[in-house]
Structures are given as C-alpha cells and as structure tokens.
C-alpha cells in the first residue's frame, strides 16, 4: 500500500498549482486524507484534511486560498492552491486513514512529497 504525490513545481506569486495523489496496493478502506506541508527548518504542519463523505478542516493561512478535494472511486486526493504566496513553499506531503486490505491493520500512510516553490 503506497501514497503517491504529484503535481508541484515552481510558481509565482499569485500563481497556481494543483497537488495529486493516488493510493494504491491492498486498500480495504480509506477514511481521512490529508495535505501537510514542510518548509526548510520548520516542523511539518497540518494544511487541509477530508473526510470519507467530503467535509474539509483548513489551516487558517490557506482558508481561502487552498481547496481539498477527493475521488472516492480512485482513491485519490487533491490539493488546489491559488494565490500562492513564497511563504507557502514547502515539502507537500499527502496522508491517508486507511484499513490495509490483507493484514486488516488501520494505518497513517505518508506519500513520499512534492516539492512546491514560489518565487516573489
């Protein structure tokens, strides 16, 4: 069972990016997932989370600006960033709740991160 990221890149200020990730491997279930982020000497923290029937938590600085999104079906989800600021470059990284198809273990899945850079 893998989390695979994609989708960043470098971006203006002002810009755009969309983040993906996909699940894969021996899923039974999937509950929460998750967007966090990492910039150079700083902790990771939490960016947007969504539940399995779409209800969407938000760190304050990306409120609205950020939107969280998923594809049930695929197993995938989303992080749309619009008026991207330098403060926002970081490490993405995408999480995920998920039950473990052959071992039945309920586990925390990190993808492996993307890169995000915007440049003033």
């Known amino acids: 069972v893998q989390l695979q990221a994609s989708g960043g890149g470098l971006v203006q200020a002002g810009g755009s990016l969309r983040l993906s990730c996909a699940a894969s491997g021996s899923i039974l279930s999937i509950d929460s997932m998750g967007w966090y982020r990492q910039a150079p000497g700083k902790e990771r923290e939490l960016v947007a989370t969504i539940t399995t029937d779409g209800r969407t938590q938000s760190e304050d600085s990306v409120k609205d600006r950020f939107a969280i999104s998923r594809d049930n079906a695929h197993n995938m989800v989303y992080l749309q960033m619009n008026s991207l600021k330098p403060d926002d470059t970081a490490v993405y990284y995408c999480?995920?709740?998920?039950?473990?198809?052959?071992?039945?273990?309920?586990?925390?899945?990190w993808g492996q991160g993307t890169q995000v850079t915007v440049s003033s």
């Open positions: 999480t995920a709740m998920l039950t473990d198809r052959m071992t039945l273990k309920y586990l925390q899945l």
